[in-house]
Every structure is written in structure tokens, then in C-alpha cells.
């Protein structure tokens, strides 16, 4: 595990302590610690321990308890609290785990003492008469060395060197290293730049590149607002209007100027839509209602459950705030305010607040035009009996369904035949229409090479391993203006590999700025496989749990040409490529569905 894995979950910095036993790292923490508090830094300790140690004493209600069978043991008293636990693991324990039980609001850092062996970042110690070899020399990840006076360290050693017995200096390189530290961001996608070197590109990087190719639209169109769901603003949506256009009452009441008066005249009443031509004076009422513009002199307005009215006077019960009730002109939006940028998407609520404005006619990019065909001898159409051998076509109706959702025009071009020249004059055809050209199935290696020779023919096209699952296999490149993805042929997959690669990309080229899928964190709640080294996308159903939290489960069986998995499932559950094991009760990253489709 990875350092930036081991210590994805922490907010606070983590610093081990490692050196072979007999060196003294129970000792120097002993000293530190005082010195670490002195300075007003508080500091968690987590040890290494030999798997069968003891906290407890025998007699003790806690150990008789424990023994008894109590699986978790928490005793607590105004001034302290212990948790025992039998978690048995294979091998060392699991630090992350650990860590994840430290209550991280309460302390500046935590220090680890023992777990030598794993990735995170380290301050060495050493004494020449314990006589082991340096941990430095093959762990990247030491910080810097502590050590005895008779140590001679090899001359090509750059690490920060400090005195084991000078616990001021080692204080104030915790200090320093404190300062220094960041926290891991997390990147559930794995790595996105190319700086890093890898055999398959990361789901990240896969984006990185595509976008990296995409140029937005230019094109712009005025449209109805009722056409205008699902598009993208081209331009900033400025208010030409106050919103609310005049001060005006939030209440059903009386429009008073405020002040010493308790008794006031009613000189005249005020509807929605209408105005009150004088000016209130002192002494004097208005009877107002909501929404009714503010009569001249009126700043307040009590509401009409409070006032009695008699022989046209009006007597208020209770407190007057100056002001209250009212909304004053522009509250909301300004005159000359950007109430939309341009880039937005325009859904119900955008569509209401354009109206609001008088902005019945927005500019919008024009839609993107997308080309979509199957591959393969076996693929049928649905509206035709299915034939022997072969398969209904699933996949262009949910790209035409993923598309439609995206405001995108689509270009249906069917099932092309297992053969170059019609694949030839198919890529041909589409690329002259199109905006994007997308193709499903036949990309993968052992299949036949129709797409692969004939993009070879047309454009320019790089065959990429992702490294996830599903949807490993994903071609992409241009012909002519046009660009193309080869998705991959499992349902699942090409509906996957749309989510993660093409919808960045339409949207995009649509003109929206800066779209990622959402990912939030849920509590799995069964165990989960991955393998480390890719992506996973498993279909999920996330629910609120009893105490409100997301909890997500799959959907069962995970094959990528399940498509009932994705009606079932209401978002996809990402497994990170570190992580080959969930277990119920991990924090697991989710994309839900409602970003995706
Ligand atoms: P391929 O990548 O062409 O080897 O296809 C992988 C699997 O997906 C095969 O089992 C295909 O039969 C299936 N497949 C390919 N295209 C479609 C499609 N349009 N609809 C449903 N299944 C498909
Ligand atoms: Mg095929």
C-alpha cells in the first residue's frame, strides 16, 4: 500500500519512529513527548505490539468481561476511556484501520512507533552498537536520521542528520515536518498526469488526454426558452431588471412608516400588481398585500394577525422591528448582476430563473451531433426476429438514451457489417455529419480487425488499456474533424466507458465548464473484490442508513454484460486501484447515477 493510500483517510500528519529493537524508540518518545506537549502540540502514539499483548489485568471487571466473551470492551470514566477489541488479521495489524480509530479532532499529529516496513513518511534512529544496517539506504520515505555519536553515516547520505540524544533539535524537526505536511488529496481515479509512469493509463489520465484533444463549439443559437432544456448558456446571463423590481411586502398586512405612533390612520389599501399613489405619513396605514410594491414613505409592515382594526384605525399587538417584513428591491438579483455564467446547463430551475428575468430567448451552443453504430456479425436489430447465433443490439439504444440526456443530436447509423469496406465508407460518412463518432464492440484484441484497419485508413487512432474494469479495451482518436471512441462491446462496458470517457469529453465540446462526475463516500456494506493495479466500477445501490449515513451494496453478480445490473443499480461504486479488498464497513467512493445519466 502506498503511502498516499495508508494515510488517505488522515488530517492530521503522521511521522513513524523506526529502528531496529534495542535502539531506543520506547525511550526517545518517553523524552519527546514532554517536550512535544511543552510546546503546545498534542500527539497521538500508536505502537506495534506482539499479537497476544495485554493492556488489561487479570481480576479486573474489563478482563474478566472481555474473557467472558464481550467481542468489544469499552470502559470508560469521567477522565479516560479504553476500547479492547479482538480483530484478528493475517500478518502485521492493519494500520489504516488503526489510524482510522484515533479521534483526528482532538490532536496535532501522530506519531507511529514499529511498522517499519510500511510506506510512510519517517524519522530514523540509529546506534552504531546495536549493530543492524541503516533503514535509509532502501526506503525512500525516511525523512531523517537520529543518531548515536559513534554512528558513521555514508558519505553520500543527504538526509537531515540530528542527534538521537538532542531531543530539542528532533523536537523542532517535528515541528518543521508538521509545517510542512499536506494532506493526501484524494484521487479515487487514480493519478492524472502523465508524470507518472504506469503500463496502463489511469481512468484519470484516459480523461486527461481525451479533453485534452476536445475543442468546445463555436457555434451559438437563440431558442424559445421551452427549447432551451439541457443546452448550454453561450453567454452570461445578465439581469437587465431588480429582482424583486420594487420593495414590496412579504406579508398580508398593514405598510407603516416606523416610529412612535401605537395607533394609526388606514388611508388606503394596496393589491399585488397595483401601487398606492400618496405617501404614508406618520400615524398613517396602508393595507398592503403580498407581493404589493411599498407605498412612498413605508419602510415596514406588520402582518394583518397582529392588527385590529376599528372605525378606520388600525392598533398592532406586539414588538415593531424597522424593516421587517419587507423585501427590498434587487434582494435577489441586481440590476447588471451575472445571475448565470455562461457554460451552465440549463435545467427546470435555470429555465425558471431566465424567466424571472425576461430572458425568454437565451443563447445557447449549438448541440453537439454524435454518430453512433454497432459492430458485428452477431448483433441484430431489435425490431427485427432475432436470428439464430446471434444477439439483440442493447448498446445503441443506451448510448442513444446516455446522448438524448445530454442534449446531443444523434446521428443513428445502425448495425455495420464485420467488413472493411463497409466499416470504410461508414467511418466515412459519419465523420462528415458528425461532431463525434462513436462505434461500440470490435475493439478488443482477439477480435477481427475491421475497425482497427479501416480507422487505420481514415485517421488517426490509439488503442488504449485503462487500467478498469469493465471497459478496459477503448480506441480513440479522430477522422477528420470528427472524434472517434471505440467502445468496447459488453453492455455494461460501453455504458461505463461512456460515463467516464465520452461524457466528459460532449460536454465539453458542448461548452460546459468543468464537469466532473460527483463522487462521494459511502459505508460498504459487504465485502467487495477489486484487484490492486486498476479502477473498479462496480454497480451499486447506495441507501441512507439507519443513522443517515450513505451505505451502498452491489447489485450481486458483476459481469459486464449483465445490463439488469445497471437498472438496478443507482450509482456506480468506484474501487480505487490500491484497494483489492473492501470490507463491510469501509469507506468506499460512489458515483451516483443522477450525475451520470
Ligand atoms: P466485442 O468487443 O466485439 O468482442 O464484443 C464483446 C461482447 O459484447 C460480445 O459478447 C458481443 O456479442 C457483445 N456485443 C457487442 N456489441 C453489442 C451490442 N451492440 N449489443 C449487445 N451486445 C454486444
Ligand atoms: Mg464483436
Redesign the pocket.
Known amino acids: 500500500m502506498s503511502a498516499d493510500t495508508l494515510l488517505s483517510d488522515c488530517r492530521v500528519p503522521v511521522l513513524g519512529i523506526c529502528a531496529y529493537s534495542g535502539t531506543g524508540k520506547t525511550t526517545l518518545l518517553l523524552k519527546l513527548l514532554p517536550e512535544l506537549n511543552r510546546r503546545g502540540l498534542k500527539v497521538a502514539v500508536v505502537k506495534h505490539a506482539h499479537h497476544n499483548f495485554e493492556v488489561d489485568k487479570p481480576g479486573k471487571d474489563s478482563f474478566e468481561l472481555r474473557k467472558a466473551g464481550a467481542d468489544q470492551m469499552l470502559i470508560g470514566s469521567s477522565n479516560r476511556r479504553a476500547l479492547m477489541m479482538e480483530r484478528p488479521v493475517e500478518g502485521d495489524p492493519d494500520l489504516k484501520e488503526l489510524l482510522a480509530m484515533i479521534d483526528q479532532s482532538r490532536i496535532d499529529m501522530i506519531l507511529v512507533e514499529g511498522f517499519k516496513k510500511l510506506a510512510l513518511p519517517k524519522l530514523e534512529l540509529h546506534r552504531a552498537e546495536v549493530g543492524k544496517p541503516f533503514v535509509f539506504t532502501h526506503d525512500p520515505l525516511i525523512q531523517a536520521i537520529a543518531c548515536d555519536e559513534a554512528t558513521r553515516l555514508p558519505s553520500d547520505c543527504t538526509l537531515p542528520q540530528l542527534s538521537i540524544n538532542d531531543v530539542d533539535g528532533i523536537a523542532d524537526f517535528i515541528q518543521r515536518f508538521i509545517a510542512q505536511w499536506t494532506p493526501v488529496t484524494p484521487a479515487p481515479l487514480g493519478p492524472s498526469c502523465d508524470s507518472v509512469e504506469r503500463k496502463q493509463l489511469s481512468v484519470n489520465q484516459g480523461v486527461a488526454r481525451i479533453l485534452s484533444k476536445v475543442t468546445p463549439l463555436s457555434e451559438t443559437e437563440s431558442l424559445p426558452l421551452t427549447q432551451a432544456l439541457g443546452r448550454v448558456l453561450a453567454q452570461d446571463a445578465i439581469s437587465p431588471i431588480n429582482v424583486p423590481q420594487h420593495t414590496n411586502s412579504a406579508m398580508d398586512g398593514y405598510a407603516i412608516a416606523h416610529g412612535d405612533a401605537d395607533e394609526f390612520k388606514v388611508v388606503g389599501e394596496v393589491f399585488a400588481g397595483h401601487a398606492y399613489d400618496g405617501t404614508v405619513a406618520a400615524g398613517e396605514a396602508v393595507k398592503i398585500m403580498t407581493g404589493a410594491p411599498l407605498p412612498a414613505g413605508a419602510d415596514t409592515v406588520i402582518m394583518r394577525e397582529l392588527a385590529t382594526e376599528q372605525d378606520g384605525r388600525v392598533r398592532f399587538e406586539g414588538a415593531i422591528e424597522p424593516g421587517q417584513n419587507v423585501r427590498q428591491a434587487g434582494e435577489d438579483i441586481r440590476t447588471g448582476a451575472t445571475a448565470l455564467t455562461q457554460g451552465a446547463r440549463i435545467s427546470a430551475a435555470e429555465m425558471g430563473l431566465l424567466a424571472s428575468l425576461g430572458l425568454a430567448q437565451p443563447t445557447v451552443w449549438r448541440r453537439p451531433k454524435v454518430a453512433i453504430f ?3 456479425d ?2 441484430c436489430a431489435p425490431e427485427a426476429p432475432l436470428k439464430q447465433n446471434c ?6 439504444f443506451s448510448l442513444h438514451g446516455m446522448l438524448a440526456q445530454l442534449g446531443c443530436e444523434v446521428i443513428d447509423l445502425g448495425i455495420i457489417e464485420d467488413n472493411e469496406d463497409a466499416m470504410v465508407t461508414a467511418l466515412e460518412q459519419a465523420s462528415s455529419q458528425a461532431d463525434v463518432v462513436i462505434s ?5 484484441v482477439g ?1 477481427a480487425d475491421f475497425i482497427k484497419d479501416a480507422l487505420a485508413r481514415l485517421g488517426t487512432i490509439d488503442f488504449w488499456k485503462i487500467a478498469m474494469r469493465p471497459g478496459r479495451p477503448l480506441a480513440f482518436g479522430t477522422i477528420g474533424n470528427a472524434l472517434f471512441f471505440g467502445l ?4 455494461v462496458a460501453v455504458m461505463i466507458s461512456f460515463m467516464q470517457f465520452v461524457q466528459p469529453a460532449l460536454r465539453k465540446l458542448a461548452g460546459e465548464s468543468h464537469w466532473a462526475p460527483r463522487l462521494v463516500k459511502a459505508v460498504a456494506t459487504e465485502p467487495m473484490r477489486s484487484r490492486t493495479g486498476r479502477t473498479e466500477f462496480s454497480r451499486g445501490i447506495a441507501t441512507l442508513g439507519a443513522a443517515g449515513q450513505l451505505e451502498v451494496r452491489t447489485t450481486g453478480s458483476q459481469g459486464s ?1 449483465i445490463l439488469s445490473s445497471m437498472v438496478q443499480a443507482n450509482c456506480l461504486i468506484v474501487i480505487e486501484e490500491a484497494i483489492d479488498l473492501v470490507r463491510p464497513g469501509d469507506a468506499v467512493w460512489v458515483q451516483p447515477f443522477a450525475d451520470l445519466m
Open positions: 454497432s459492430t458485428g452477431e448483433v444477439i439483440f443490439d442493447a448498446n445503441r461500440s464492440g470490435g475493439v478488443s477480435d468496447p462491446g459488453n453492455p454484460g
